[in-house]
């Protein structure tokens, strides 16, 4: 090979040596670094890695939805669950007094029919047995624990039962005892809404309707608002409308009475030594 110049003489000469250098033997791996080098993980694997896991949530999700679901079961169990939780009052001690029966008998009816209403009629009869304890009530109880076990009656339903506690112990004809409670009632100083919702209670089982219950709600009632309402240019017929308008009226005469008190609190305050207090009178 022929060169024109010095320096490509020299660049040449460099060239040749480094071509002419022997390649160096392959590197021999020792003991300590004879494992493989780590792996690596791709891209795909990565995706195919995500894509596994949405597909394990899916399912759960799907199995936890049937779960709940269950065509609406999940729903009524919590329903049921929350009916168990709710706190009734059991009835107290029946020892037979006439004027507690109707409470035992109301009582009883709204604990089964919250707790007990899936028990048995035997179960349930026995449930309010087992409350009616001590006085004239044990002896009844007695003798009707002993019908029962032998068969010599039967109740179809609890309720049939409560009604004969209620018939035993009530004091002969309910109607008659209604008619002389009813009879007896009065307002007094209690609100006209109190005094609606006791003469109800009173009336309910009485056997009065119509005029006559009119009559006896008149009687019971205080004569200031019994006036107002005699007076009244339309004279009220039912029941229903008496209940409402003297309900009306003394609700008002109550709050004027309120209003009055302030008003002449306010003067007295403003005129120096408060006077005597007058006594109210009822409406």
Do not use: M
């Given at each position: 090979m022929e060169y024109e110049s010095e320096a490509e003489f020299s660049t040449g000469l460099v060239l040749?040596?480094?071509?002419?250098?022997?390649?160096p033997p392959p590197r021999t791996l020792s003991s300590s670094s004879s494992l493989p080098p780590p792996y690596s993980m791709s891209?795909?694997?990565?995706?195919?890695?995500?894509?596994?896991?949405?597909?394990?949530?899916?399912?759960?999700?799907?199995q936890l939805g049937q779960q709940g679901g269950g065509g609406g079961?999940?729903?009524?169990?919590?329903?049921?669950?929350?009916?168990?939780?709710?706190?009734v009052a059991k009835p107290q001690i029946f020892d037979g007094t006439q004027s507690k029966v109707s409470g035992f008998v109301g009582a009883c009816r709204i604990?089964?029919?919250?707790?007990?209403?899936k028990a048995s009629v035997k179960a349930q009869i026995n449930w309010v047995l087992s409350y009616v304890q001590g006085g004239s009530a044990d002896i009844?109880?007695?003798?009707?624990?002993?019908?029962?076990?032998?068969?010599?009656?039967?109740?179809e339903s609890v309720g049939e039962f409560l009604a004969e506690i209620k018939k035993e112990f009530g004091g002969g004809d309910?109607?008659?005892v209604k008619v002389v409670e009813l009879k007896k009632i009065e307002q007094g100083g209690r609100t006209m809404e109190e005094f609606v919702?006791?003469?109800?209670?009173?009336?309910?089982g009485s056997g009065y309707k119509g005029r006559p219950l009119v009559e006896e709600f008149k009687r019971g009632m205080n004569g200031g608002i019994r006036r107002k309402l005699m007076?009244?240019?339309?004279?009220?017929?039912?029941?229903?409308?008496?209940?409402?308008?003297?309900?009306?009226?003394?609700?008002?005469?109550?709050?004027?009475?309120?209003?009055?008190?302030?008003l002449r609190g306010k003067k007295e305050t403003m005129g120096g030594a408060p006077k005597q207090k007058q006594r109210q009178s009822l409406p």
């Open positions: 040749l040596a480094h071509q002419s250098q022997p390649t891209q795909p694997d990565y995706v195919t890695i995500i894509r596994q896991l949405q597909e394990q949530v899916a399912a759960l999700t799907a079961g999940g729903g009524g169990r919590a329903a049921a669950a929350t009916a168990e939780a709710t706190e604990y089964i029919k919250t707790r007990l209403r009844w109880k007695e003798n009707i624990s002993e019908k029962l076990e032998a068969g010599e009656i039967e109740f309910e109607e008659s919702q006791d003469f109800k209670r009173t009336a309910r007076e009244a240019e339309n004279l009220l017929t039912s029941i229903e409308n008496w209940y409402r308008r003297a309900t009306a009226l003394d609700r008002n005469w109550r709050e004027s009475r309120r209003e009055e008190e302030r």
